[in-house]
């Protein structure tokens, strides 16, 4: 395994005012706080750069608008050409596009879809979600290592719950989780480190933008 570490970043915070649950939905894009999170994690990378002597070889995103948006001034503060690459997107969902889907749960034409939530059965099984994501992962390590050598970094910029659950896969846990208890807060940065001789990566999260959390608006699931 070469040495190389991957940053997984979700997006900034999206336009929502009516807190739908978008998924693939075309058309949402980035609040002006989103917007500011997307500028502050490109610095933030930046500053990483500069005091480690190591830009990141690699930058993609899903082809989601909230991605891309996100996925820019990364670009512009490492002068790299983000790429699309949709292994990365948001996992389909049953419930896209509804708002207060806690309320929609009661109604018995959504029942089928809940059978089974350890799969889960009202969207993408969650080992598709690390399947792809992990393929996806393991060649952009190896592209980012063709291009820097060793220890070579890339970034791609994803979603919530397929990041959440690709972490729970590399730190040997069960997939099924509570949406609420997800550790991916909005632009959060989650590295797996690869490192030779060790089997599974190294996973390492971090928040730089904390100070600006609090006057998000977070909808878990999306």
């Known amino acids: 395994m070469p040495s190389a570490t991957v940053h997984l970043v979700r997006h900034g915070e999206v336009h929502n005012p009516d807190r739908v649950l978008y998924g693939r939905i075309p058309g949402y894009h980035l609040s002006e706080l989103g917007h500011r999170m997307a500028a502050d994690i490109g610095d933030w990378f930046a500053g990483e750069a500069r005091a480690s002597g190591r830009t990141p070889a690699l930058l993609v995103s899903s082809s989601l608008q909230r991605a891309r948006e996100t996925a820019a001034p990364i670009g512009q503060a490492l002068s790299l050409e983000p790429g699309i690459d949709d292994r990365f997107i ?128 977070n909808l878990p699931g999306a």
């Open 90 to 217: 948001e996992a389909t969902n049953h419930f896209e596009g509804d708002s207060r889907v806690a309320r929609q749960l009661w109604k018995p034409r959504h029942w089928p879809f809940l059978l089974n939530p350890l799969r889960p059965s009202w969207g993408e099984p969650y080992r598709s979600q690390v399947s792809r994501m992990s393929e996806g992962i393991l060649e952009l390590r190896d592209r980012a290592v063709e291009l820097g050598g060793e220890g070579a970094e890339a970034i791609v910029v994803s979603h919530q719950l397929p990041i959440w659950v690709t972490r729970l896969s590399a730190e040997g846990r069960p997939l099924w989780h509570d949406p609420r208890q997800r550790e991916c807060t909005l632009t959060s940065v989650t590295s797996l480190h690869f490192e030779r001789g060790q089997s599974v990566p190294r996973v390492e999260y971090r928040e730089p933008n904390a100070a600006l959390l609090a006057h998000a608006s």
